[in-house]
């Protein structure tokens, strides 16, 4: 019992997430609370999720790429060219949309694995490949899009992003549950291995390549279906929406404790750092800050959490016996 | 003859294959679009290629230590916005106004270098975090460019100087010229460049043999710092006016002029030299493309395509096994 107890206050990477995130809706209530007199309404919250969804879902994907080591830049070129063929396909029927979804993500997914073939066929350095694919995808995105419009089909929103129902929390849960298994399965434990230390990971026979293209892969697929969630709730397509994730994502994946030098951390996080990064953006307007501001403070908060999560590591290290090892 | 063929290292090689690249695009363009190569042509994306030669000497500087800086675009906007905020136009606020905007290069690389170097914050969270609160900065200390102030232009003879000629040549390539021989200098020539290259190729063994890793790392940062607000004088000496998301295409345009020149984004590889080529090939795409009309998706496309072709050719690393 004490074991499992000193496990739970062990400190690990993705605490860093939460404990920013715990900071961060303390921090919301109450500005909210004392700007509005009122505590949060189920509506507050509700928007709150829709909104972060799209970041949480690509912080995902690149929660992925960074536990091998790696980063993706081309995540704002695959949502913008997934979100354009999710506005651009709006009219059709119900089925219709339903295959066009489909498609969607196949594409986001494809997109993914070519990365991941370059970078590990190719040998050519993950930042090098990711972004000179990033201005491909974006130019895609250009033409399947010319011009922001399109819409959402009112069945998808009801299903997706409801409004009114929390239809959003169940697709977090998903989202988080679907991680918990990925990182039970070989391939999870091979995605830690190979970010670890990808020379023993191959000396014990992990096929690193495969790996690697599994892992962008799969992160293009998550960055396909925040462009369906982003379609969703903003109810219409740009064809550079996807530009301001590729930051973000680094952001909140930083935030959520997981290392970039690979092997450490944990989606989990990834997810607490987006809402916490999403939630700073509210915190800041019932503040009655400026929004003009409003990046000074992400990129505050970006470097002191993770110089709190060094801190807590360092204090961690300095007293004996302090962690299960 | 065998003399020259020993001193070709792996190094210079890609030196070379970076010249190659750049007179092979300009080829290309003299082929299908006549005019292409003339000497105003060229002259006029030198010119352009100048701007991302100073980004890319910083970049490149960081590069070689295995670091990236992310903040260069806010540094050069924000540098660009206090010349003219400090100068108001006037002649005489002139030399103020341009130690303010390096000063502003200066303090940002440095508190970048010592969140790397001494806080032990990843390169890219670091400067991430800085161009984030040199973004709001900038937006919000001039009201989104909407104070009184943000009206006024760079002061004359700064925008003379740059547009002018010296003996024929326009100023702003001799400027890009002493930059070059600037970096070049000190990374060749000095104590200090030896470090640099000792550094960049194994940290831990430069520590060893008493090179203080910390203050190399700062320094370049720094510098790095220093010359995103080169670029940023430049630009908006060049334009007149400073404009909100000046330097947004400067962060992915720098990284890619560092590697087209065949600097290892790993560190420890590369000379500035190579950058100028890097610099020019960018430009000679991007211009070869208007040139025939491409629309912009299109453009983006073929832009992605050609860097990954580059890459393919002579920058890639080695295999593990």
Known sequence: ???????????????????????????????????????????????????????????????????????????????????????????????????????VLAVGAACGAVNGLIIAKGRIAPILTTLATLSVYSGLALKVLPVPGGSVAPAVRAVLTNPNLPTGLIWLGLAVVGWLVLRRTRFGMRIYAVGSDETSARAVGVPAARVKVGVYALSGLCSGLAAVFYVSTTTAGDPNAGAPYILTSIAAVVVGGVAFSGGRGSARGAVSGALALTLVIDVLFFAGIDPLYQSLFQGLFLVVSVLLGSAALLVRRLRPRGGTS | MTVLLERVTPGTRRIGYAFAAAVGILLVGAIVHPG??????????????????????????????????????????????????????????????????????????????LGVAWLGVPAVVMTLGMNGVLEGLSLGLSKGLTCESCASYVPDPLHRLVVGRFGGVPTEMLLWAGVALFVTVLLTLTTFGRRVYAVGNNPRAAFLAGVSVRAVTVALYTLSGVFAAVAGIALVAYGGQPSLGLGDPYLFESIAAVVVGGVSILGGRGHYIGVVAGSVTLVAIVTLLQAQRVPEYGRDVIYGLVILAILFTYGRERADD
Do not use: E, K
């Open chain 2, 36 to 113: 292409f190569a003339s000497w105003t042509s060229l002259r006029a994306m030198l010119i352009l290629a100048s701007f991302i030669g100073f980004v890319g000497a910083g970049q490149m500087l960081v590069v070689l230590v295995g670091g990236i800086d992310l903040s260069m675009p806010w540094v050069l906007n924000g540098a660009a916005i206090v010349l003219t905020t400090t100068s108001l136009g006037r002649t005489g606020r002139l030399v103020p106004a341009l130690l303010a905007a390096l000063a502003v290069g200066a303090a940002v690389g440095l508190a970048n270098g």
């Open chain 1, 1 to 103: 019992m004490r074991d499992r107890l000193r496990g739970l206050l062990t400190w690990t990477p993705s605490m860093l997430g939460y404990a920013v995130l715990a900071a961060t809706v303390t921090a919301y209530l109450a500005v909210y609370t004392t700007s509005l007199g009122h505590l949060p309404t189920s509506f507050d919250y509700l928007s709150l999720l829709n909104t972060s969804l799209p970041l949480i879902f690509v912080a995902i994907g690149q929660s992925l790429v960074v536990l091998t080591g790696g980063i993706d830049l081309s995540v704002g070129g695959i949502v913008s060219l997934c979100v354009a063929i999710t506005a651009a396909a709006s009219g059709a029927s119900l089925p219709a949309t339903i295959g066009w979804l489909l498609v």
